[in-house]
């Protein structure tokens, strides 16, 4: 059994067109008005003939009305022994695209499918753009590669639905939430190239980039802290040890702070950043083969600059570590605190 799940805010005319293609393809449709308005209620009206449509008076948000959707469907259908789709009301997701998703979705159980979009010089420059960030920085946040991180077109077995309904967010955002989320599980990431079709140039989309990547940039700033409160605590035992030595144990002094700090930073990635799903051996052994290699390039670089460079050797440890500092957040997100299995494309 396929299920289609639409969210629709004040849709169009071809808002019946796209309800038409997917009932005669024979998906079971479940519509969500998500406060559209008294203005909207004859489309709703006509929207019946094809699907179940739920409605509620003040719109809130994508995210809460796809929730809506999947409650509705755990709560009706044998959900578990569905193949569940989203897509817009728009007329941006072809019927044949929407097929194709669910069909990689069925001998791909335990995955979410993406309906991938290829971004080109004629797409609208808010989708170029909020897309060319959104995904670069998920990437680096999570070692996941996904192309299109603003599809609404997504296919998946209906035994993830409660997983699903669990996870934050009311608008546009719960989308890259759900991202995250999988990001950090054993469900893969499945991307199929579809059709890139963008109505009006794409004047009607909410999407906000600094607002919907806020969960992405909630996890670097989360980083950035530990590795502040490590630095700290680095600066300041080398500091100390370096005053006590009269400025003459420079590698002393660097190799003693980087040992506590490393004790620091671990505890803090392993149990609140990262929340890695290995066990505390195996990422404390990779932590290690990492900090001994960021020890070295720390020492060598600090001793280019303060010794032969004749840099302030307390200057010289404020730029070695901003320097290594995006290369260690890197390391660790991609190789120490292992969150998940990735992300495909077919």
């Known amino acids: 059994m396929r299920i289609a799940v639409i969210p629709a805010y004040k849709p169009q005319e071809i808002f019946i067109d ?27 009206a006509r929207a019946r003939q094809y699907a179940h449509v739920i409605s509620y ?15 509705r469907i ?34 791909n159980p335990k995955t979410l499918v993406l309906g991938s979009r290829k971004q080109s010089k004629s797409s609208p420059l808010k989708s170029r753009v909020g897309n060319g960030i959104t995904k670069h920085i998920f990437f680096m946040s999570t070692g996941v590669k996904v192309e299109d991180t603003q599809t609404g077109l997504r296919a998946f077995e209906g035994s993830i ?58 996890e670097i700033l989360k980083f950035s802290a530990s590795s502040f409160i490590g630095f700290l605590v680095d600066y300041s035992f080398y500091s100390l040890i370096l005053w006590l030595s009269g400025s003459k144990a420079i590698l002393l002094a660097n190799i003693l702070a980087r040992v506590i700090s490393a004790t620091v ?10 929340k890695s799903k290995e066990s505390l051996t195996k990422s404390l052994m ?61």
């Open 18 to 44: 796209v309800l038409k293609a997917a009932f005669e393809a024979g998906f079971k449709i479940i519509v969500v008005d998500d406060g559209s308005g008294p203005g909207y209620s004859d489309i709703f």
């Open 57 to 71: 008076p003040e719109n809130k948000g994508k995210g809460f009305a796809l929730k809506t959707a999947f409650s």
């Open 74 to 107: 755990i709560d009706t259908y044998e959900y578990e022994q569905a193949n569940v789709v989203t897509f817009d009301c728009d007329g941006q997701h072809k019927i044949k695209d929407v097929i194709k998703v669910c069909e990689v979705s069925e001998s």
């Open 161 to 218: 639905l409660p997983m699903f309904v669990k996870i934050k967010g009311k608008r546009y955002e719960y989308e890259m939430n759900v991202l995250l989320r999988l990001a950090k599980s054993s469900i893969k990431i499945i991307e199929v190239p579809i059709e890139t079709i963008y109505i009006q140039n794409n004047v009607g989309s909410h999407f906000k980039v600094m607002r919907d990547s806020a969960s992405i940039f909630a």
């Open 265 to 274: 930073n671990f505890t803090i990635n392993y149990k609140f950043v990262f």
């Open 286 to 346: 990779k932590y290690l083969v990492l900090a001994c290699f960021i020890l070295i390039c720390n020492s060598c670089l600090l001793y280019l600059l303060a010794a032969i460079g004749k840099v302030n050797p307390f200057v010289s440890k404020v730029l070695v570590e901003l320097i290594l500092f995006i290369a260690s957040w890197l390391i660790q997100r991609t190789f120490v605190f292992v969150k998940g299995r990735g992300s495909s494309n077919k």
